[in-house]
């Protein structure tokens, strides 16, 4: 089964994708940390990335559809993987949707986290604490850059997966095991 997790920066998707990865046997797909590896790894697609995302924009969807077509074809992502951070435009979301269906597979739902905004700014701060401040992107000033990137190119596709029947939202407000209990349920109903 493949999922993709969704929402803003700072509302848990990272967290839950690796509860899924644990407990449920998904693999979990994070452009964000494919990309932060290739930057850390000084390789020719990370240098092309690092200064975009250190200022909060999106990379191409040339980078990332290819990076994720690419970890797609490994053996391991054949069970159902979930999505952490992708797709981010609608023209991801249609490259998606094209990949999958030439494997044979398909999107089985998309859970979005809803978290109010407020709430985004004091848990990217305590996250940038926790890193000791490895991510370059966990300042106030990018998180608000990529706040309304996130509102502007990455919203809308609660519209395109709403008209295919496949969103459903969870309270991602509530403490962190009453987020993976409320996915758990979700994943039980679609296994019916
Ligand atoms: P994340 O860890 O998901 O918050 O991603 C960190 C940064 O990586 C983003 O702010 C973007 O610059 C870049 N990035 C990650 N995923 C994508 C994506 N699907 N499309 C474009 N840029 C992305």
Redesign the pocket.
Same mark, same amino acid.
């Given at each position: 089964m493949n999922l993709i997790l969704f929402g803003p920066?700072g509302a848990g998707?990272?967290t839950q994708a690796k509860v899924l990865q644990e407990e449920g046997g998904l693999i979990q797909l994070?452009?964000? !940390?494919m990309?932060?590896a290739s930057v850390a790894a000084g390789s020719d697609l990370g240098k092309r990335?690092k200064a975009?995302?250190d200022r909060?924009?999106?990379?191409t969807?040339d980078i990332?559809v290819g990076i994720i077509a690419e970890r797609l074809d490994q053996p391991d992502c054949a069970n159902g993987v979930v999505f !952490?951070?992708?797709?981010?435009?609608i023209a991801?979301a249609e490259a998606l949707d094209k990949m999958l269906a030439t494997r044979g597979a398909s999107i089985a739902a998309v859970i979005e986290l809803k978290v109010e905004d407020e709430a985004l700014v004091g848990r990217v701060a305590q996250r940038s604490l926790e890193t000791g401040g490895t991510r370059g992107?966990d300042t106030p000033e990018t998180l608000r850059k990529?706040l309304e990137?996130y509102r502007k190119n990455t919203a809308p596709l609660l519209d395109f997966y709403r008209a295919q029947g496949k969103l459903t939202s969870v309270d991602g407000m509530a403490p962190i095991p009453e987020v993976s209990g409320a996915i758990r349920r979700i994943l039980k109903d679609l296994k019916g």
């Open positions: 920066p998707k990272g994070s452009t964000g !940390d990309l932060r990335c975009i995302m909060g924009d999106l990379v969807d990332v !952490d951070g992708f797709p981010r435009t991801q992107d990529r990137v």
